[in-house]
Nanobody
Framework: QVQLVESGGGSVQAGGSLRLSCAASGSILSIDAMGWYRQAPGKQRELVAHITSAGNTIYVDSVKGRFTISRDNTKNTVYLQMNSLQPEDTAVYYC??????????????WGQGTQVTVSS
């Protein structure tokens, strides 16, 4: 079993910054990727960013140039540095971990979510 513990959410003014952290524990071998999703009220959950085991990153267009995803393998932790935050970034952010069991065979694990609120 995999456990994901998120931290770093909160409330900031537009233009401010937050750093989200997600620490993984348990059965954490064969991690394919870790990333962050977000869901605003009345909106569909969307991928914000993820980083693969090889270090490759993907960002949703709306956060490119503002958010940076990184990892610390010694701590089994993934970070999301969120700069120049805007009100449209307000959402619950969920940490996601994807494990690989074989070619085309993966499983996803989720954190409990952390609220990010950006006021104008």
């Amino acid at each position: 079993q995999v456990q994901l513990v998120e931290s770093g959410g909160g409330s900031v003014q537009a233009g401010g910054s937050l750093r989200l952290s997600c620490a993984a524990s348990g059965s954490i071998l064969s991690i394919d990727a870790m990333g962050w999703y977000r869901q605003a009220p009345g909106k569909q959950r969307e991928l914000v960013a993820h980083i693969t085991s090889a270090g490759n990153t993907i960002y949703v267009d709306s956060v490119k140039g503002r958010f940076t995803i990184s990892r610390d393998n010694t701590k089994n932790t993934v970070y999301l540095q969120m700069n120049s935050l805007q009100p449209e970034d307000t959402a619950v952010y969920y940490c996601n971990l994807r494990k690989r069991y074989g070619v085309g065979l993966t499983s996803n694990y989720w954190g409990q979510g952390t609220q990010v609120t950006v006021s104008s």
